[in-house]
């Protein structure tokens, strides 16, 4: 009996057969003497009266490593940049034409007889005059940028989501939307507005009677020379806001239901189908949510930016002498060309953690 009564000492160590489940192993478990020494503390402890309170000490310890490990994994911020690389690059290859158009259609301003009557006359129009590499023209600027825009973009997610997620791995719709305005923000200022800057000017010149620009590189030294590095940041304001509700709207939306569709149990997996209809479904939230911000972008960064003051000025221009249709210039194409990317893009980046965390193992 004396050996029920005699106090804890830390020495002892805490049980040697200790699972998220089970605790300590029968042999070593008692009503008094079984609490492990990583429970105590340096606090000393009379087992009679203080057992209950480190048995309940202890067992939220357990609680909480086991959810750790049976809800959601957390990824690891290194593992999102390398994911998302890949899943930008291999996405913007596949999607790419679908972009030019969208930015011949946004870039052409006039309200009457305009140059194309629509997404099939730009294309045939554009294969006749440069066959169909020009429907890739640009693509150089993009690839060079997708790449570090989406790696920037998870791994942003990534850092600003883990400590917001609750015990079972799981975060709340409302924290995924601010995670994912800062994730587009990030983005906007370190990758995107000078890769959609060169983009744009160089769709716009292949439209000039004699373009300027023979090739990516050429055409980044003639823009710095003529306009300095200030001529690839053309319409910050308006890429920051476009690439923050972006992101907000995407991670909200696929957030919300990849909540909806594991409900209770975080550990359920997504198949690759289903992520791909989930992304597609966020990827059409944010075209109807920002397409407005998307044409005064890319006016802003097109070769006639000049005429605008601001963004507020580009975007009072349109209204007044378009009207406020032209807001909504290349949504068609648009929405094909966001709705595919977001289902690539996603669905990728989900596989390739997966194949990450079997090859690269953190904590």
């Not at 020495?11 to 998220?20: D, K, L, W």
């Not at 990583?38 to 480190?54: E, I, K």
């Not at 909200?252 to 597609?280: E, Q």
């Amino acid at each position: 009996m004396s050996s029920l009564w005699r106090p804890f000492s830390i020495s002892e160590g805490p049980c040697r057969n200790v699972g998220f489940r089970g605790g300590c192993s029968q042999q070593q478990q008692h009503p008094l003497t079984s609490i492990p020494s990583s429970c105590l503390g340096n606090v000393s402890v009379n087992p009679v009266h203080r057992s209950q309170d480190f048995y309940h000490s202890c067992s939220s310890k357990r609680t909480l490593a086991a959810a750790a490990v049976g809800g959601r994994k957390v990824t690891h911020p290194g593992k999102a940049i390398l994911a998302g690389g890949i899943a930008g690059g291999i996405e913007i290859c596949i999607t790419f034409p679908t972009e030019y158009v969208k930015t011949q259609l946004q870039l052409d301003e006039r309200a009457t007889n305009p140059r194309y009557r629509g997404i099939g006359d730009c294309v045939k129009l554009t294969v006749q005059d440069h066959g169909l590499r020009g429907l890739y023209r640009g693509l150089s600027s993009l690839l060079y940028g997708s790449i570090p825009k989406s790696a920037v973009r998870f791994g942003t997610f990534e850092v600003l989501s883990s400590p917001m997620r609750d015990a079972n791995g799981r975060l709340d719709n409302t924290r995924s939307l601010l995670c994912g305005l800062g994730a587009g923000i990030a983005e906007a200022v370190l990758v995107v507005c000078p890769m959609e800057t060169l983009k744009v000017k160089f769709i716009h010149d292949q439209c000039s009677l004699r373009p300027r620009y023979r090739g990516f590189f050429h055409g980044v030294r003639e823009i710095i020379r003529d306009q300095g590095i200030r001529g690839t940041y053309q319409g910050l304001t308006a890429t920051v806001l476009k690439q923050g509700t972006n992101q907000a709207i995407r991670f909200y939306v696929m957030n919300l239901l990849r909540n909806w569709y594991k409900g209770d149990d975080p550990r359920r997996d997504m198949h690759p189908v289903v992520t791909a209809m989930f992304g597609a479904t966020a990827g059409a939230a944010s075209v109807f949510g920002n397409t407005p911000l998307d044409v005064i972008k890319t006016r802003m960064q097109g070769l006639e930016a000049h005429r605008y003051k601001n963004t507020v000025d580009c975007a009072f221009q349109i209204l007044k002498h378009e009207g406020p249709q032209a807001f909504y210039k290349g949504t068609v194409p648009r929405l094909g060309r966001v709705c595919l990317d977001v289902a690539i893009v996603f669905v990728i980046y989900e596989e390739v953690v997966k194949l990450l965390n079997n090859m690269w193992k953190t904590e």
